[in-house]
């Protein structure tokens, strides 16, 4: 469902692989979308963007896997996490997992993308963090740009009290 006072708004929690600093386009570099709140829906979306990069607009090779959705009250705080388990020592059986409030509620494992190059892109290479409230969009999640019943302020962004990352051996 989505919120009238947030039409237009999409505060975001997203990570973008390294690599990409360095001149390994989009989506090849591998990105992370931890928290989404498009339009002030009440549930989060979980999505892994990755493959080949190609300059041929009409060919885009962007793959996406997840689309876990997660229902949330918008009105307190939450913790959002993503977790990178390779702890198997089988890269089709390693995983992204997804976390709201300590409880995992999607997962995408190296057996769903299928190419041991790309899994290695975004499951065994540095990412860095973005949080953004973007205005208007054409996702159609977002509904579109800011209107009329669009409300600023602090019930239409994104409060974040910490962002912390854990490696583990």
């Not at 959002?80 to 409880?103: C, H, M, P, T």
């Not at 973007?134 to 409300?151: L, Q």
């Amino acid at each position: 469902m989505l919120t009238p006072r947030s039409s237009g708004i999409w505060p975001a929690f997203w990570a973008l692989g390294k690599d990409h600093k360095s001149g390994t386009w989009w989506p090849e570099c591998g990105e992370w979308d931890i928290f989404e709140n498009a339009g002030g829906a009440d549930y989060t979306l979980a999505s892994l963007h990755y493959g080949p990069h190609s300059t041929d607009l009409n060919n885009k090779p962007e793959i996406s896997k997840g689309g876990g959705k997660q229902a949330f009250d918008v009105n307190q705080f939450h913790t959002f996490a993503i977790k990178v388990n390779r702890s198997s020592s089988d890269w089709r059986q390693e995983s992204l997992e997804w976390y709201v409030d300590g409880k995992i509620f999607d997962t995408v494992t190296g057996a769903d993308v299928n190419d041991p190059v790309l899994w290695g892109n975004v499951a065994h290479k540095a990412f860095f963090p973005l949080l953004d409230v973007a205005v208007g969009s054409n996702f159609p999640a977002v509904g579109g740009p800011p209107n009329g019943n669009t409300v600023g302020g602090l019930g239409s962004g994104m409060q974040v009290k910490y962002v912390a990352f854990y490696k583990s051996s």
